[in-house]
């Protein structure tokens, strides 16, 4: 059965350190994965996106993510983190052409000073 | 940047009331969807919806909901008698082609049933 796993779900880091999201999935065909961020009274806006080739993907606003398919694994990274960044994150896994995403619970950042 | 806009953004409504939500997806998108968060779960699919009918729809989407595109612009979710586990945030999402990779998601209408 398709899953995922956001086993955080409240972080909070200062402004200016690194971040770390994980996320693990349960897929039974090669998934396509990806991030959402949804900012307060916004949409969810994707940020990157894995369906194939390099497994390190770079996406908006300076965050990455790699996959790795032997802990299947798809964590979110930014190397320093801004005030702006506070949000929650979501993320998803999909087949191509496939209707759905399946997505986790979310984790919420919270930025400090 | 086109978006997808969703009104009401918040809606209170009574137990075994119908209610509507409403969405206008993106001018030139084809595709259109209806996701919903419970508070503290995943956002999970209810439907997708493509040429004038369902394309698909998961187990949650029982014959109390149904989905319209009445008019050239709007997509609509239906729900025909709340309940108070129906009280989530419902995100409507719509895509050019249906590639779950290009999905445009509006601001989300948050249902509380009381």
């Known amino acids: 059965a398709q899953s995922v796993t956001q086993p955080d779900i409240h972080i909070t880091v200062s402004e200016g350190a690194s971040l770390e999201l994980r996320c693990n999935y349960s897929?039974?065909?090669?998934?396509?994965l990806f991030w959402y961020v949804q900012s307060p009274g916004q949409g969810l806006q994707l940020l990157l996106k894995?369906?194939?080739?390099?497994?390190l993907v770079q996406g908006i606003k300076g965050f990455e993510a790699e996959f790795k398919r032997s802990q299947s694994s798809f964590n979110l990274r930014k190397p320093s983190v801004h005030w702006s960044d506070a949000a929650e994150y979501f993320c998803?896994?999909?087949?191509?052409?496939?209707?759905?995403?399946?997505f986790g619970t979310g984790t919420r950042l919270t930025v400090i000073p | 940047e086109p978006e997808v806009t969703q009104t009401p953004s918040h809606q209170v409504t009574q137990m075994g009331q119908e209610v509507i939500l409403r969405c206008v997806p993106i001018?030139?998108?084809?595709?259109f969807y209806w996701y919903r968060q419970i508070l503290g779960q995943k956002v999970e699919f209810l439907v997708s919806?493509?040429?004038?009918?369902?394309?698909?729809k998961s187990e949650i989407f029982d014959d109390q909901f149904s989905v319209e595109r009445p008019d050239g612009s709007n997509f609509t979710l239906k729900i025909r008698s709340t309940k108070l586990e129906d009280s989530a945030m419902y995100f409507c999402?719509?895509?050019?082609?249906?590639?779950?990779?290009?999905?445009?998601f509006g601001s989300g209408t948050q249902l509380s049933v009381l």
């Open positions: 999402a719509s895509s050019i082609n249906g590639d779950n990779e290009k999905l445009f």
């Open positions: 897929y039974g065909a090669t998934p396509y």
């Open positions: 894995y369906f194939s080739g390099d497994t």
């Open positions: 998803a896994v999909g087949a191509a052409g496939a209707n759905n995403l399946f």
């Open positions: 001018s030139n998108h084809l595709y």
């Open positions: 919806f493509y040429n004038n009918e369902i394309s698909e």
